[in-house]
């Protein structure tokens, strides 16, 4: 029996509650929040099929020293444009004022503020040296370079007291600190229209971004190729019956009054940026390593959160070098996801 971890959402129960088989396979799944998954997928390595935070994946494959290899499944994407946290009493007033602040992150490797970062610099030309950043704490080593002024915090200090009592300036993260949910701090989001900057953004750029991805042990996959077109298959079929139910509305099986028409409002939207093919490649925040998945040679449409049909070209995204260029299997909305030049 393999051991199959994720975190719980509409697009994972259905393989949890046992709707959804991975073909082949007997599979056991473990639910959990994702920096535990992470923490004992690149420290332990336990599980032999495993949610993954992106960025880690990304810096363990640089490293050479990946457990894991990625399959074509991305269980979470998020705007991240609210997760950015200014202190109101500093004179920050939008994205060019946080060059020379010192800004907290829960770990710098994070997904999230890698992509902010990214977003930062590519769409508001935020100097990003500029920035002295404090991290909580680095779930696996990381090394950045010389112009990069970035510290852990010492033992028993947090981030949420460091931004409350102004030792920081802002804060990046997923997860809004407490002292903004119960206003005891000068504290608010960055972007008061976080909607409208991340629409905008999807707009400009086509894309969704991935935050976590599904990967399997080198060792498992390797002693059974099947598994990864299994996996995906059944992830896909998860997806597929949740996108349906967010259009049921003899019973909302939401708990949100107008979701079916935000479903059918995002496929139109999503139509319209995939037939463009007006967004520009260039615009994902870029690594400088390949991003290592199975190639499960499937169409486009099996991956699209998008309506079928999307016409987009495939285009390559920029690298900091010709080695290291990945192929774009899809459009930012229906799959930002690539396939690495270093296949298995």
């Known amino acids: 029996m393999l051991t199959l971890a994720s975190t719980l959402s509409d697009r994972t129960r259905p393989l949890h509650d046992g709707r959804v088989k991975v073909a082949g396979f007997d599979i056991a799944y473990v639910g959990g929040e994702p920096e535990e998954l992470f923490r004992i997928a690149l420290r332990e390595g336990r599980y032999e099929i495993t949610e993954l935070s992106m960025a880690s994946h990304i810096l363990s494959v640089a490293r050479g020293d ?167 298959n059944a992830f896909d079929a998860g997806k597929a019956m949740a996108l349906a139910e967010l259009a049921m509305v003899i019973v909302l099986r939401v708990s949100l009054p107008w979701i079916a028409a935000e479903a059918m409002r995002w496929r139109g939207w999503w139509r319209q940026v995939c037939n463009s093919g007006s967004a520009p490649a260039s615009s994902a925040p870029t690594t400088s390593s390949r991003v290592e998945v199975i190639p499960c040679n499937v169409s486009i449409q099996a991956f699209s959160l998008a309506a079928p049909g999307c016409r987009r070209p495939r285009s390559t995204t920029r690298s900091t070098s010709s080695a290291s260029r990945g192929r774009w299997t899809g459009c930012g909305p229906c799959l930002p996801a690539r396939a690495s030049a270093g296949r298995r």
């Not at 994070?110 to 990214?118: I, P, S």
């Open 66 to 232: 990946s457990r894991y290899i990625g399959v074509p499944v991305f269980p979470s994407r998020a705007f991240r444009h609210s997760a950015i946290y200014v202190r109101t009493d500093r004179d920050i007033n939008g994205p060019a004022d946080l060059a020379g602040r010192v800004i907290g992150v829960p770990e710098y490797q994070q997904t999230a503020a890698l992509w902010v970062r990214g977003i930062l610099r590519e769409h508001y030309g935020v100097d990003l040296g500029a920035i002295a950043w404090k991290s909580g704490g680095e779930r696996t080593p990381i090394t950045l370079p010389p112009e990069i002024d970035m510290q852990v915090i010492a033992a028993g200090d947090t981030l949420e007291a460091m931004l409350a009592e102004g030792r920081i300036d802002a804060f990046i993260g997923p997860r809004a600190p407490a002292c903004f949910l119960d206003r005891s701090a000068p504290v608010a989001r960055l972007f008061p229209d976080t909607r409208g900057e991340e629409e905008a953004y999807f707009r400009t750029s086509g894309f969704f971004p991935i935050m976590h991805c599904i990967a399997i042990r080198r060792d498992v996959a390797a002693a059974h190729p099947g598994l990864a077109r299994a996996a995906f």
